[in-house]
T-cell receptor
């Protein structure tokens, strides 16, 4: 039972390059989320998805693009990376429909450095 | 403005003591509350969820919720050095806001 995985775990890229972070979950959870975590800011929501082909902006969406063609995958793309996007990125998933809904489970994270 | 507030710490407790972590939130209508533990360099791990006023116990952990005071806490009994981590409080706000708001976290240090 792999749960939720992210790839790559570490990435170094240059300013202006496009980079895609992958997230895959095996629980068939409806909801998936992308967060970034920076010192002094805690976890901030970038985008989330309620189901395949349904996505919405979070707190800090600028410079990011998401898609969700399959329930299990939720890639996050930085269209033109900037140094301010250097961060640790976490993917999470959640299910709905019972009291335990909204318990989010996190992937291991991707540490991204933009030089 | 949806806010979840935590004392950043560090909260330093001796091994074997009770660690008390606190969290306040801004939305009186919130119904779901969660505590996550995050070790340095790792991802957040869900350790407790609570939905009703009162106490919920799970092993050495007790979550306490007081909706009238908009306050949720986490008690860790018999603290161990392995409990040293950052503890994140998360709240699902009301009004169809289908996301969690996280506090910035409290760093706990348990010293032998």
């Amino acid at each position: 039972d792999a749960g939720i995985t992210q790839s790559p775990r570490y990435k170094i890229t240059e300013t202006g390059r496009q980079v895609t972070l992958m997230c895959h979950q095996t629980w068939s959870h409806s909801y998936m989320f992308w967060y970034r975590q920076d010192l002094g800011h805690g976890l901030r929501l970038i985008y989330y998805s309620a189901a395949a082909d349904i996505t919405d902006k979070g707190e800090v969406p600028d410079g990011y693009v998401v898609s969700r063609s399959k329930t299990e995958n939720f890639p996050l793309t930085l269209e033109s990376a900037t140094r301010s996007q250097t961060s640790v990125y976490f993917c999470a998933s959640s299910e709905v429909g019972r009291q335990g809904a909204w318990e989010q489970y996190f992937g291991p994270g991707t540490r991204l450095t933009v030089t | 403005q949806k806010e979840v507030e935590q004392n950043s710490g560090p909260l330093s407790v001796p091994e074997g003591a009770i660690a008390s972590l606190n969290c306040t939130y801004s939305d009186r209508g919130s119904q779901s509350f969660f505590w996550y533990r995050q070790y340095s360099g790792k991802s957040p791990e869900l350790i407790m969820s609570i939905y009703s006023n009162g106490d919920k116990e799970d092993g050495r952990f007790t979550a306490q919720l007081n909706k009238a005071s908009q306050y949720v806490s986490l008690l860790i009994r018999d603290s161990q050095p392995s409990d040293s981590a950052t503890y994140l409080c998360a709240v699902k706000f009301s009004g169809g806001y289908n996301k969690l708001i996280f506090g910035a976290g409290t760093r706990l240090a348990v010293h032998p």
